[in-house]
């Protein structure tokens, strides 16, 4: 990453790939979804010594139980064991952990250690770590809508921002997906309206620091004009508002 890049405060990632990655190795997809754990401990890291402020992840969609029971169990079961096992580490390094998704129908033991991790790391502030976690985006925003309808608060945009279930970080400025695919696949659908996208060929696995520095390069080299024209934003910066 050069030194003029801007770095995103915060990026979101679409962890597309593991499945792929472990079938090109003859291997079960399972031991794909080991190693996406790894590369995700790996870009947690990485962001944190970037000066990202937030990193969201989708690490298990509402549609993902459409997947053969086997390997949705073992999905189950390897975040149980990760989030007993990468937690201690991730609090040692003043990572806050914030789990997203709809906890109803998710095991005992799973929503056990989501708490525990949750309660473990909420004094943290070097990084926040969203874990998409049976999470959709269209859900998100039906979950939102109930939320106001029984608070008796009309939908108006700021509402529904704020009943959402990220509304305790900003937007993502980058959004990220791995994998080669080109789509969002119902990944935070509000939050996302400007996000910049950045599409990686790497599979989950094999994102490392060299390609998060290059989507950051990417980033940084966007302009970010919300509505604006370039003429606007030059004269904002030239002009900037007195303190």
Avoid at 9 to 34: E, Q, T
Avoid at 37 to 64: H, I
Avoid at 120 to 127: E, H
């Amino acid at each position: 990453m050069t030194s003029a890049s801007v770095v995103p405060h915060h990026i979101a990632i679409v962890m597309d790939g593991n499945g792929r990655w472990a079938s090109k190795r003859f291997l079960p997809r399972l031991v794909g979804h080991k190693k996406g754990v790894d590369s995700l401990r790996r870009c947690a890291k990485a962001c944190e010594s970037r000066g990202v402020g937030v990193l969201t992840v989708f690490a298990f969609s509402s549609e993902n139980w459409n997947r053969p029971a086997e390997e949705v169990s073992g999905l189950m079961n390897l975040f149980a064991v990760a989030l007993g096992r990468e937690v201690p580490e991730l609090n040692a390094d003043g990572v806050r952990l914030c789990f997203v998704g709809e906890r109803a129908n998710l095991s005992k033991k799973v929503i056990e250690g989501i708490e525990q991790a949750e309660s473990a790391t909420a004094g943290n502030s070097r990084l926040i770590l969203n874990v998409c976690f049976n999470y959709g985006g269209r859900w998100d925003i039906v979950q939102a809508v109930a939320k106001l309808a029984d608070l008796g608060q009309p939908a108006t945009e700021q509402n529904l921002n704020n009943a959402m279930a990220l509304a305790h970080v900003p937007d993502p400025d980058l959004v990220i997906r791995t994998g080669g695919e080109q789509r969002i696949s119902n990944f935070l659908l509000w939050q996302s309206a400007y996000s910049e996208f950045f599409f990686s060929e790497h599979l989950w696995p094999d994102f490392d620091e060299t390609a998060l520095d290059q989507a950051i390069t990417a980033f940084s080299q966007r302009e970010r004009r919300f509505g604006k024209t370039s003429d606007q934003l030059v004269a904002q910066a030239n002009n900037p508002p007195l303190v």
